[in-house]
T-cell receptor, first 115, second 113 residues
Framework: AQSVTQPDIHITVSEGASLELRCNYS??????LFWYVQSPGQGLQLLLK??????LVQGIKGFEAEFKRSQSSFNLRKPSVHWSDAAEYFC?????????????FGKGTTLSVSS | DSGVTQTPKHLITATGQRVTLRCSPR?????VYWYQQSLDQGLQFLIQ???????AKGNILERFSAQQFPDLHSELNLSSLELGDSALYFC????????????FGPGTRLTVL
């Protein structure tokens, strides 16, 4: 069965420090991979996505993620965190090339930014 | 702003009641998805419609139903509501029905008292 694991429930990072949020997936075929961000009381905003090709993908707000098939991982990174990055981050996997596409989400990682 | 709209923003109702949540997809998108976000279950896929037809089904209760209309807006109907149905319900839309990016609306927060 498809699944997504985000091992870290809560991470605190100092403003200006680098960030890496972990995501591991389980999926038999070629996955579509996504990172979404949710600020308090808000909907989900797409940060970046991986469909195929270059395994290092760039997203909005200075985020990037690297797809590693051998490790079944799609970790999210940012070189320098800003206070406005405090939010909940969700990794998701979608079925590729099937008639219907449901996103399977991880449980999320809450990011706190300290000054 | 993703371009996906959902109404109402908040809904408070009592157990046993029935409610309807509405979603308008982004202009040009043919597919609509419904997700439920709760503290214990996280984000779970409920159902997908593509151009008016049901395309995929997830963990949607029999008390819940959805449809997509000719103008492509969608409604999620929740009936015989229970306390455990309290959650944030998201609608998302995508251009096609398979394997492309889903854009999420702001959600409807349902509280069942």
């Amino acid at each position: 069965a498809q699944s997504v694991t985000q091992p870290d429930i809560h991470i605190t990072v100092s403003e200006g420090a680098s960030l890496e949020l972990r995501c591991n997936y389980s999926y038999g075929a070629t996955p579509y991979l996504f990172w979404y961000v949710q600020s308090p009381g808000q909907g989900l905003q797409l940060l970046l996505k991986y469909f195929s090709g270059d395994t290092l993908v760039q997203g909005i707000k200075g985020f990037e993620a690297e797809f590693k098939r051998s490790q079944s991982s799609f970790n999210l990174r940012k070189p320098s965190v800003h206070w406005s990055d405090a939010a909940e981050y969700f990794c998701a996997v979608g079925a590729a090339n099937q008639a219907g596409t449901a996103l399977i989400f991880g449980k999320g990682t809450t990011l706190s930014v300290s000054s | 702003d993703s371009g996906v709209t959902q109404t109402p923003k908040h809904l408070i109702t009592a157990t046993g009641q029935r409610v309807t949540l509405r979603c308008s997809p982004r202009s040009g998108d043919l597919s609509v998805y419904w997700y439920q976000q709760s503290l214990d279950q996280g984000l779970q896929f409920l159902i997908q419609y593509y151009n008016g037809e049901e395309r995929a089904k997830g963990n949607i209760l029999e008390r819940f139903s959805a449809q997509q209309f000719p103008d492509l807006h969608s409604e999620l109907n929740l009936s015989s509501l229970e306390l455990g149905d309290s959650a944030l319900y998201f609608c998302a839309s995508s251009l096609s029905g398979s394997g492309d990016t889903q854009y999420f609306g702001p959600g409807t927060r349902l509280t069942v008292l």
